[in-house]
């Protein structure tokens, strides 16, 4: 039995994912024997509505000099934080005048600090793993390599004086400690200050089974229930929200100290749907965890067929949530051959845990598989678009979300 992190409620583990890697781990061969895995269970909170993993590796074994994730990448990524920093700049400063101060933490390579930069408006990004960070600061964003926490955020008050605007995006959700951020963000907000930010939404998890957005750096999954309990202890009030598509579901959460700003319509709305979908009910998560294990039973006697055919099968996008499928699944390079992916540091490496070679993505297109494994399904728009030379040659793709599918 383990303690809620949010409300101190005792939870205890409704499904296990069985002993997992890293999820961002890639690895050399000399790496393999010395390999870390710790059990990725997860437990709701009946109390404050908190989905969350019952243990989790320290931070320092997921975010650090050698961090393998860069928001750039992605065009896709590009134009979708473009796009909520001149939301931030437009809807909430009502000017652009200089004067103001945007703060966000997990800022990675600057993806969407630098619109504020481009801008005009004075910026900070915290990002702890400091060869990200390196890449920001290249691109003259100012950018510290620190954990965020109430300590910190003294010291930037002392030093650059309160922010107008809190962001963040996918990394709220990857903070255990996350009274002391809350904290922090008090004192570092002005009372009619902001906070953004976006994760991984819980609601669409449970209801297309992307049981692959659970893996280490994740230690919470929200709903709004969730997040207007935690910060609701703290003075904060849940006044708007923006559901999105990236990451195969997610949610903008816009918060306010309490009674500053008016509560919109859509976050009462939204409330109502986490009801009528069951987010508050443990027999919703046992149905959760039949499913995930359906998916992988299909998913794992899928490659196994395709195997006795003779058929090659590449991975598409070597992902932190793929971590979770091949482990999770038992995918290993006898049934998929490598995994394709268009980052550098991961090229050349093994993928965590079942050790499938990462190779570029040239490999790729020089001699097309006859399947695809889509991990980077929360992209598929994108990919889908890029890739038609790929359909042209008689390519499928194997897809697992919502449904194990071949298309």
Not at 35 to 49: I, N, P, Q, S, W
Not at 217 to 230: M, Q, R, T
Request: charged share 25%; net charge negative.
């Amino acid at each position: 039995m383990k303690e809620c992190r949010i409300c101190s409620a005792p939870i205890r583990p409704f499904m296990s994912f069985g002993p997992t890697p890293i999820a961002n781990g890639f690895l050399t061969p000399d790496q393999f024997a010395g390999e870390y895995f710790f059990e990725l269970a997860v437990g709701f909170c009946e109390r404050c509505g908190m989905f969350q993993l019952i243990d989790q590796p320290d931070r320092e074994q997921m975010f650090h000099e050698h961090y393998h994730f860069f928001s750039g990448t992605s065009r896709f990524m590009t134009e979708h934080f473009r796009e909520f920093a001149e939301h931030v700049m437009d809807d909430f400063f009502g000017d652009r005048s200089a004067g103001r101060f945007v703060v966000e933490i997990g800022s990675n390579d600057g993806i969407m600090l630098q619109n504020f930069a481009k801008a005009g408006v004075r910026h900070l990004g915290i990002e702890p793993s400091k060869n990200v960070a390196e890449v920001a600061r290249g691109k003259g964003i100012n950018t510290i390599s620190e954990f965020f926490d109430a300590d910190l955020a003294r010291t930037i008050v002392a030093k650059e004086g309160q922010a107008d605007a809190f962001l963040a995006a996918n990394v709220m959700c990857h903070i255990p400690y996350f009274h002391s951020i809350i904290e922090g963000i008090k004192v570092l907000l002005k009372p009619d200050g902001i906070v953004a930010f976006e994760d991984p939404y819980l609601g669409d998890v449970i209801e297309k089974t992307s049981y692959d957005q659970i893996y280490d750096e994740h230690v919470f999954l929200f709903s709004l229930k969730s997040i207007s309990y935690a910060f609701g202890q703290h003075g904060f009030e849940l006044v708007d929200i923006e559901p999105q598509e990236t990451h195969g579901g997610s949610m903008r959460y816009i918060l306010a100290h309490q009674g500053r700003r008016p509560v919109s319509e859509r976050v009462k709305a939204q409330l109502a749907r986490e009801e009528e979908l069951g987010l508050n009910k443990p027999e919703t998560f046992l149905r959760f965890r039949d499913n995930c294990e359906k998916s992988r039973r299909e998913l794992k006697e899928l490659l196994v067929s395709l195997k006795e055919q003779g058929k090659r099968v590449v991975g598409y996008g070597a992902t932190s949530k793929s971590t979770t499928v091949t482990n999770y699944t038992g995918i290993t390079p006898d049934l998929v051959e490598f995994i394709s992916d268009t980052t550098p540091i991961k090229q050349g490496k093994f993928s965590p845990g079942t050790h499938i070679p990462v190779q570029p993505y040239d490999d790729f297109q020089k001699e097309y598989p006859e399947y695809a494994l889509l991990f980077a399904w929360n992209h598929s728009k994108e990919i889908m678009a890029k890739e038609q030379a790929f359909r042209d040659a008689g390519g499928k793709w194997i897809v697992y979300v919502p449904a194990v599918e071949v298309r």
